[in-house]
């Protein structure tokens, strides 16, 4: 859609503007109903899974080595920080994450 002529009562917009208008607000619903549907895991895992891999984790935290709290994480990693809006998705934004919070010395605990 022309920019110049959003907002504009007196011009009408292409019908080649309008059909990629409603190509783009499809595509996008159809990108939301995917990312909203449950996910689809062929083996569950049990609360004691669970908890192992909290305590490997807790663990890598209670060393104080970002590379060590790093090397938990997949190869394709999201960590989404608390604190800033950068997600990270490599070994080496993981690592530099845990470079400045492992400085606060935490520690998990389950509930």
Do not use: C
């Not at 503007?17 to 895991?41: G, I, Q, Y």
């Not at 960590?79 to 934004?93: A, G, I, M, N, Q």
């Amino acid at each position: 859609v022309n920019p110049s002529r959003i907002g504009s009562p007196s011009t009408a917009a292409s019908s080649t503007e309008l059909d990629l208008f409603f190509m783009n607000t499809l595509k996008h619903k159809r990108a939301v109903s995917k990312v909203n549907k449950p996910a689809r895991v062929k083996d569950s895992i049990s609360e004691q899974e669970v908890r192992g891999l909290f305590e490997l984790w807790n663990s890598a935290l209670a060393t104080g080595d970002s590379r060590v709290v790093a090397s938990r994480y997949s190869k394709n990693p999201v960590l989404l920080p608390t604190v800033k809006d950068d997600p990270r998705t490599d070994y080496d934004s993981v690592k530099d994450y845990f470079d400045t919070f492992l400085l606060k010395k935490p520690q998990g605990t389950i509930l």
